[in-house]
């Protein structure tokens, strides 16, 4: 019974996180292992606001069809927050509203990709565009992240060998490592792409989520002609919207609008108006400034309670923004393993594995500080530290 199923579904893994939170469902475990936005920052009163002012006055109009690029005014309120971050002047017109960036990916991976073509991620990469370009072909070549961005060497390798069509990054606090590419490493990887037939997808979900440090410059500055920039209000609004955008140039714009009729003729109107008017009525930096105040806090806090348990030869990141960072334990030991102590212990994470292609049993893990406080942190990581020294000491 099972052959009436397409090859290309078999290809594709199942979410690794959407499982371990099946595993996970108590309240007595302390868990770093989603990737979800602190729901008590949501602006709950403003949204609601903002969708009473559309029902009251526009009710008929918000439920109806609409087009494929999106709400216009939403497509232009992004395309003039994007110009005045990066100093760009891209157009209206180069912005595709999408039902967050996981459609993003899936939509350019349709248009791109053939079955046998090549792309290129970073390991390790984030797993939901693992999974989502897996549909479209098996064909990954990954890169080592290096601690300024990605490792040129291996990239100019692979561009000359492989011929990838896509490269895909995620430069600012990278999903799941936390590392930020440097402007240096980031000119070297637009200087090496212009040389080669390859379109760089950046997907920014957590860029306006630094907390230190200074802002880096996007692709979209660098490599104008061959960067499709990824976005969404999932981390910095809500995500029970399912809203993101994608930018791009016009060429790949229009394939980009074909592919999302066939898929769904547009993205949910209603949030799009009603993120719309919060957008209007209120300060989007104002509400942003809350969430970086709060993950800053929760970061440092982790990283504080990592120096005082964690044994020394643990390595470990520490971003400048996003919601992650990533723990080496020393060679030769699972992560996968040590998951299987944690759970027991009453604290979870997510193992490395899933972010890796055609690896396992890998010696590294993410953990999440973004919605849990400083207190829970602190016992957490306790907990985690006894965990790690069972196994490695």
Not at 232 to 253: C, D, Q, T
Not at 351 to 362: E, M, Q
Not at 365 to 384: A, F, H, P, V
Request: hydrophobic letters at 35%; one cysteine or more; a neutral charge.
């Amino acid at each position: 019974m099972n052959d009436i199923f397409s090859d290309r579904i078999k290809n594709v893994p199942k979410s690794f996180i959407r499982e371990i939170l099946k595993v996970i469902d108590d309240p007595e475990i302390i868990s770093f292992a989603g990737g979800l936005p602190n729901k008590d920052l949501f602006p709950v009163e403003e949204i609601r606001k903002a969708a009473d002012y559309q029902f009251d006055n526009f009710g008929k109009e918000v439920l109806q069809y609409s087009t494929t690029e999106g709400y216009l005014p939403l497509r232009q309120y992004i395309a003039d927050r994007f110009n005045k971050r990066n100093n760009l002047n891209i157009s209206v017109d180069e912005v595709l509203i999408t039902h967050g960036s996981q459609q993003a990916l899936d939509l350019i991976g349709k248009i791109f990709l053939n079955d046998e073509d090549c792309i290129v991620i970073e390991e390790p990469g984030y797993l939901g565009a693992i999974q989502c370009l897996s549909v479209f072909s098996k064909n990954f070549k990954t890169i080592k992240l290096n601690d300024d961005g990605l490792n040129l060497e291996e990239l100019e390798k692979i561009l000359e060998k492989y011929s990838p069509k896509l490269l895909y990054v995620v430069p600012n606090f990278q999903n799941p490592s936390g590392i930020t590419y440097t402007n240096q490493n980031r000119e070297e990887i637009a200087n090496i792409l212009k040389r080669y037939n390859t379109y760089l997808i950046e997907d920014d979900p957590y860029g306006e989520l630094r907390f230190e440090g200074e802002q880096a410059n996007t692709f979209k500055k660098l490599l104008p002609e061959k960067s499709i920039i990824l976005g969404s209000f999932s981390k910095i609004v809500a995500p029970g919207f399912r809203l993101g955008w994608v930018i791009a140039p016009k060429e790949v714009m229009s394939n980009l609008v074909i592919a999302k009729q066939a898929a769904d003729l547009h993205s949910n109107y209603v949030g799009q108006r009603i993120i719309y008017q919060f957008l209007k009525d209120n300060e989007l930096d104002k509400h942003i400034s809350k969430i970086k105040e709060r993950y800053g806090s929760q970061k440092r806090a982790m990283i504080e309670s990592i120096k005082k348990h964690f044994p020394k030869n643990i390595k470990y990141t520490n971003p400048e923004g996003g919601m992650f960072l990533w723990v080496t334990l020393p060679n030769n030991y699972s992560a996968m393993e040590l998951f299987e102590k944690t759970i027991k212990a009453k604290v979870a994470f997510v193992p490395g594995d899933p972010f890796y292609v055609n690896k396992t049993n890998v010696n590294t893990l993410r953990i999440n500080y973004s919605c849990s406080d400083e207190q829970t942190i602190e016992e957490g990581i306790k907990r985690l530290a006894s965990c790690i020294k069972e196994l490695v000491v």
